[in-house]
């Protein structure tokens, strides 16, 4: 059964995610405790298996067809289906949960992945890994390991994508603007970016600010040595926190970024709101994958970069992951068709760059050869451009990370309108935010 979402929404919604992650202890209690059951070897019989995802049509469309593939070749199984939008996505899974029907096999990201893996709600693929019936050999290792929470396979990347800078190369175009490139410093894409304003007349800014942007921080941070995390403690202190703030209010001065209240609008995250497709600036910060979303929203030709500092802050993130319901009665099963997800070229070709580029760095390959679609040519060439230059991938965010990013936000927002200065916004995020982690 096919459950369509009524209006699909890109982007995440940070105060419903608050909301799921603040009901897991009700998710936990549902399904904390259920122990897998071993696969019957004597049950020839059906196996039905329920997955769960969010994303627009064209990805439900996809994902469908590659798990009718599956289904062509393994006939004994078959799939009831469920789909929706980001937005509500994990306050329906948690109902799902405490509802005694959670999914077999369902998407989750690195906001929750170590929450879920210490609540026990997960399934440890680590014996299927170990024997490779899920074959994670032809994944980059950072990647695979980007899946892992103390050490167990937690969780198998769906795909890979990158932090990135999506520009209008039609508006640089017409103001006669170079495009931004592959290496440049943070201060020289403020400097860029205050180029265009002026350039343009002050009639469109020349970058989104990212001060509340987790990403964006977390890179800077990685540049300077420093991570966004280091276990359950923030990994940089409040000197780096305040830089990173001053450097923003400068770039305002200079105006590089537009109003507070537009940024505001764009800082919900939804692709149709941020501002390089709505016109009010020539470049936002997203995720690759997102990109051709974000081509689509406009008529404009738009460019993809990666995000200003040095390559080796980049590591090859999962933009999301397959993970596995602990109590499912069909383990095997379930690991079985994650495999075929992650490593079978005929479904990475009908997949294609949906999620992002193919985990599997042979299945990509293949994928890539077969791309016409201009934007997916362009997540591509992003991701071969960043190739061997990206540094070791971190751990995946711990619990907290919901709360922390929340705070982030709250913080920029604070300072932009002035309702507070930058040293103070950085006193009571480091405060805020260290709680949260400890919680």
């Avoid at 906001?111 to 074959?135: H, M």
């Avoid at 977390?218 to 703030?245: C, K, P, T, V």
């Avoid at 990666?306 to 999962?318: I, T």
């Amino acid at each position: 059964m096919r459950v369509p979402p009524s209006a699909p929404r890109p982007g995440l919604d940070r105060r419903r995610l608050l909301g799921a992650v603040a009901g897991l202890p009700l998710l936990g209690g549902g399904l904390a405790g259920c122990q897998p059951e071993a696969e019957s070897r004597a049950d020839d019989g059906p196996i039905e298996l329920s997955v769960f995802w969010w994303g627009g049509a064209r990805r439900a469309e996809a994902t469908e067809q590659v798990l009718r593939l599956y289904s062509q070749q393994n006939p004994r199984v078959r799939f009831r289906i469920t789909w929706q939008g980001l937005t509500g996505y994990y306050d329906r899974l948690a109902i799902q949960g405490t509802g005694g029907n959670p999914p077999d096999l369902f998407q989750l990201d690195d906001t929750v992945l170590t929450e879920y893996a210490n609540r026990e709600i997960i399934l440890d693929l680590s014996g299927y890994v170990a024997d490779n019936r899920l074959d994670l050999r032809g994944l980059p290792d950072n990647l695979a390991r980007y899946g892992q929470v103390d050490g167990r396979t937690m969780a198998v990347p769906a795909a890979q994508t990158n932090a990135a800078l999506v520009y209008n190369r039609s508006l640089l175009r017409r103001l006669g603007v170079p495009e931004p490139r592959l290496g440049l410093s943070w201060k020289e894409y403020a400097g860029w970016a205050a180029q265009v304003t002026r350039t343009a007349g002050n009639r469109v800014a020349g970058t989104m600010d990212p001060s509340g942007d987790y990403r964006a921080l977390w890179l800077w941070l990685r540049g300077q040595g420093h991570e966004l995390y280091q276990g359950r403690q923030l990994g940089f202190g409040s000197a780096e926190l305040l830089d990173w703030f001053e450097f923003w209010e400068v770039a305002r001065y200079d105006r590089a970024t537009p109003s507070a209240a537009l940024i505001e609008l764009a800082d919900t995250g939804e692709l149709d709101r941020q501002l390089v497709v709505t016109g009010h600036t020539a470049a936002s910060f997203a995720w690759s994958h997102q990109f051709p979303e974000l081509q689509r929203l406009t008529d404009d030709e738009l460019g993809l970069a990666p995000v200003p500092g040095s390559p080796a802050a980049h590591w090859p993130r999962a933009s999301m992951y397959w993970a596995a319901f602990r109590g499912t009665r069909h383990a095997a099963t379930v690991a079985d068709v994650i495999n075929f997800l992650t490593t079978n070229v005929a479904a990475g070709r009908i997949l294609g760059t949906e999620r992002g580029l193919n985990a599997s760095a042979q299945v990509r390959e293949y994928v890539a050869q077969g791309v016409t679609d201009r934007a997916a040519k362009r997540v591509i060439a992003l991701g071969n451009d960043l190739g061997g230059l990206m540094g070791p991938a971190p751990a995946p965010p711990p619990k907290g990370h919901a709360q922390v990013r929340a705070l982030l936000i709250a913080a920029a927002e604070n300072i932009r309108a002035k309702r507070s200065g930058a040293r103070s916004a950085t006193s009571r995020f480091m405060a805020q935010a260290g709680a949260a982690l400890a919680a």
